[in-house]
């Protein structure tokens, strides 16, 4: 699905123009990308989570002449998926999700705490 298709999708499930389809798209990710670039999170409850990553300064090698070059450092969008929509896409998620939260309690009650010494009364 291209931009065309999605502003498609949206004006005929909303009873709006194109035109005003296309406004409501470009107001939405305009957001996203100003509150991402001022360092913010955008999370969209479900669907996942916009964030901006830090890449370190690091040394990297040309590959055409093998000589060592320096990479600077970067800020880059990153987006992780919700567990909805890994739901929506992978039926299995869930289920090993469910597997997996099922299998954490148990784990933690095999734990053993360390015995505290018991203090010495005064008299």
């Not at 005929?12 to 470009?26: F, M, Q, T, W, Y």
């Amino acid at each position: 699905m291209n931009r065309i298709e999605l502003l498609e999708t949206i004006a005929s499930k909303h009873d709006v123009s194109r035109a005003e389809a296309g406004r409501i798209l470009a107001t939405i990710l305009d957001a996203v990308v100003s509150t991402v670039k001022k360092g913010d999170t955008v999370s969209l409850v479900g669907f996942g989570t916009f964030k901006q990553t830090a890449r370190a300064a690091r040394t990297g090698r040309n590959p055409q002449t093998g000589t060592a070059m320096k990479i600077a450092a970067a800020k880059l969008p990153k987006f992780v998926a919700g567990a909805a929509f890994k739901a929506a896409v992978d039926s299995k998620f869930a289920k090993r999700k469910a597997e997996k939260a099922a299998a954490k309690p148990a784990a933690k009650k095999s734990v053993a705490k360390k015995a505290t010494p018991a203090k010495a009364k005064k008299k």
